[in-house]
């Protein structure tokens, strides 16, 4: 069974930096992707990463602030967030795509919450 385990979210002032972190188990996959939900507004791709090449992909709120990278030792993956922005402020999902779509995810972490203040 696929199970993902999310941490490192929390509370910053703007301008902070912070590390979330991803461990998967359970099943072989080909990209991990993170995402988003603030209050409101729909769930929003943040960025991803192939877990056997190390390429990443952002969004453009992502691009320059977040940084995407992985442990394949540690099956985790992480994402970390400088220069952080109150409009960043939402849970945080990590998620696996284990087909290579890299459009369908197919497992889910329970979420962190990333509240940014200003």
């Known amino acids: 069974q696929v199970q993902l385990v999310e941490s490192g979210g929390g509370l910053v002032q703007a301008g902070g930096s912070l590390r979330l972190s991803c461990t998967a188990s359970?099943?072989?996959?080909?990209?991990m992707g993170w995402f988003r939900q603030a209050p409101g507004k729909e769930r929003e791709f943040v960025g991803g990463i192939s877990w056997t090449t190390g390429n990443t992909r952002y969004s453009d709120s992502a691009k320059g602030r977040f940084t995407i990278s992985r442990d394949n030792a540690k099956n985790t993956g992480y994402v970390q967030m400088n220069s952080l922005k109150p409009e960043d402020t939402a849970v945080y999902y990590c998620a696996l795509d284990m087909y290579g779509t890299r459009s369908v995810y197919d497992y889910w972490g329970q979420g962190t919450q990333v509240t940014v203040s200003s």
């Open positions: 359970g099943g072989i996959f080909s990209n």
